[in-house]
């Protein structure tokens, strides 16, 4: 298995413009979950899916903020408009179930200038 | 106010010596995890667990329920276990990290 998947794995755009990080979970995971991590505020988790539902999103910063999964091997994250605060990794992470070992992607490091 | 506490933050040790990582947390537990991030960047989950001990390679992991305390032990450390380990405590939809204790083991 390829493990779970992400792109791009850099991305540096320009302050207002809409970003789209996306990730494919390990096959047969049924949950997937967005982190977000800074030197200044370590790991987050943003939100996160249980059979391509979104479970708890209480984590998602603002209305900029929106996440998506269409169905059991995408997912995406979208930021629009971007912000410099939003630079960022952002990691996206799946496993069997909620409470499951997690495996995480490789990330995206997300730069807004 | 921290719901998870890691301890030490920064934990520098000679090759061969015994390692311990320790987490403290005040809310309640459905699961928690250690995991380990390394200076590239990658995160690798170490342990899911929610009670009792658990023991990979050289790494053991226990949890006391009661006390609210997990600890973390790398036994014969090496060079390759430098990273950053990182708590993080699953209540119920609630996801709960450390901030982290960076290792780093010198040859």
């Known amino acids: 298995d390829a493990g779970v998947i992400q792109s791009p794995r850099h991305e540096v755009t320009e302050m207002g413009q809409e970003v789209t990080l996306r990730c494919k979970p390990i096959?047969?995971?049924?949950?997937l979950f967005w982190y977000r991590q800074t030197m200044m505020r370590g790991l987050e988790l943003l939100i996160y899916f249980n059979n391509n539902v979104p479970i708890d999103d209480s984590g998602m910063p603002e209305d900029r903020f929106s996440a998506k999964m269409p169905n059991a091997s995408f997912s995406t994250l979208k930021i629009q408009p971007s912000e410099p605060r939003d630079s960022a990794v952002y990691f996206c992470a799946s496993s069997l179930s909620g409470d499951a070992t997690q495996y995480f992607g490789p990330g995206t490091r997300l730069l807004v200038l | 106010k921290n719901e998870v506490e890691q301890s030490p933050q920064n934990l520098t040790a000679q090759e061969g010596e015994f390692i311990t990582i320790n987490c403290s947390y005040s809310v309640g537990i459905s699961a928690l995890h250690w995991l380990q991030q390394h200076p590239g960047g990658g995160i690798v989950s170490l342990f899911m667990l929610s009670s009792g001990k658990k023991k990979h390679g050289r790494l053991i992991a226990t949890i006391n329920i009661q006390e609210k305390h997990s600890s973390l032990h790398i036994t014969a450390s090496h060079p390759r276990d430098s990273a950053v380990y990182i708590c993080?405590?699953?209540?119920?939809?609630?996801?709960?990290f450390g901030t982290g204790t960076s290792l780093t083991v010198i040859p």
């Open positions: 096959s047969g995971h049924n949950s």
């Open positions: 993080a405590v699953i209540f119920g939809n609630q996801f709960y």
